[in-house]
């Protein structure tokens, strides 16, 4: 196996031709069969530009969703769209306008299994598909039918193995469940959030992550962040509950944060996905750069059990930018396998 293999959190820009650039919830360009024609074009485009950049585990981009969270609730039934409210989402962090649940929690059939496949048969490289995670997902959500916070996370992470088994019947190698909401929402996180997690990822036999982060480089997040200190200490209560879990991945953020290098001391025995690219910042980094942090993440992690990729998504990113930084995420792999083997 490839020392320091490479991979990204799960999202890219979209193409011009595909959507409006630089936002996080952006409006398509086309519309019908030609905007589903257009969405797998994008994503056998952005499998294309991982590999050139020298990235192993490649993703889709989420090139089909316009955004992480909404691109999975679309196809679930019992959530009345056109019923929003303005709701506090991510412990009040901003506010957001929700849809609201209004019935039992269904699957109206597939959601990701065109751009699955078209992926699969683009690259011979290993595939990562994303997935909103439970916590996250009814931290996004109006609810008006369960009457149970928890009771309802559990109904969404149902859905989600049912659609993660599928994908991996697909040939999907990884399946990453994103959960922002992990470093939020502690005590949850502890109490019922890894159990719900687990739930997602049942019965799955390819490899398992959890994406866990503070969040693309958006000014809301970036404003939080200025409030957290100089050390971001969050994870120092998930860290061992998640070390416990049978997922196998946890994917977390390391160039320029704050968050402590020493707490993935705390994640013994789990492969670390760190991030070594800044999603929050368009400067470019060296490869020396992204082996310097690999190099510091060695002291506490096997190296054998290190990944290389990047801190959050890149959705809201210009193309250019998210391209160099592609580039250098390779390079500095490659230099890092040539200092540390």
Not at 162 to 169: D, F, G, I, P, T
Not at 221 to 235: A, H, I
Not at 331 to 338: M, Q, V
């Amino acid at each position: 196996m490839t020392l320091f293999p490479t991979t990204i959190a799960g999202s890219l820009p979209k193409p011009a031709w595909l959507a409006e650039q630089n936002k996080l919830w952006p409006a398509w360009k086309q519309s019908g069969e030609a905007l589903a024609k257009a969405k797998l074009d994008a994503t056998a485009a952005v499998i294309k530009l991982q590999e050139d950049a020298g990235i192993d585990i490649v993703t889709d981009g989420e090139m089909s969703r316009q955004h992480f969270v909404h691109g999975f609730l679309e196809y679930v039934s019992g959530i009345d769209f056109a019923r929003k409210i303005e709701m506090g989402i991510r412990g009040d962090r901003y506010k957001a306008m929700v849809p609201t649940v209004t019935g039992a929690l269904t699957l109206k059939g597939r959601v990701h299994e065109a751009e699955a496949k078209r992926a699969r048969a683009a690259t011979k490289h290993k595939i990562k598909f994303t997935l909103p995670g439970p916590m996250t997902i009814i931290d996004t959500i109006a609810d008006a039918y369960y009457g149970d916070r928890v009771k309802m996370a559990f109904a969404v992470a149902k859905l989600l193995n049912q659609e993660a088994r599928a994908l991996q019947a697909d040939g999907i190698d990884m399946i990453q469940i994103d959960e922002p909401a992990f470093n939020v929402y502690m005590d949850e996180v502890r109490d019922w959030g890894v159990e719900a997690l687990e739930t997602a990822i049942d019965g799955l036999t390819c490899e398992t992550a959890v994406h866990i982060c503070y969040g693309y480089g958006i000014k809301a997040n970036n404003d939080w962040k200025t409030t957290l200190g100089g050390e971001w200490r969050q994870y120092e209560t998930t860290f061992p509950v998640l070390a416990k879990s049978k997922v196998g991945h946890v994917v977390i953020e390391a160039r320029n944060s704050h968050v402590p290098m020493e707490l993935l001391s705390l994640l013994k025995g789990k492969t670390i996905q760190i991030g070594v690219i800044d999603v929050a910042t368009d400067e470019i980094e060296s490869p020396e750069d992204v082996a310097g942090v690999i190099e510091a993440a060695m002291k506490f992690v096997p190296k054998d059990k290190i990944v290389a990729s990047t801190n959050c998504g890149m959705a809201p990113m210009r193309e250019d930018i998210a391209a160099a930084k592609l580039k250098a995420l390779g390079a500095g792999a490659a230099l890092a396998r040539r200092k540390f083997a």
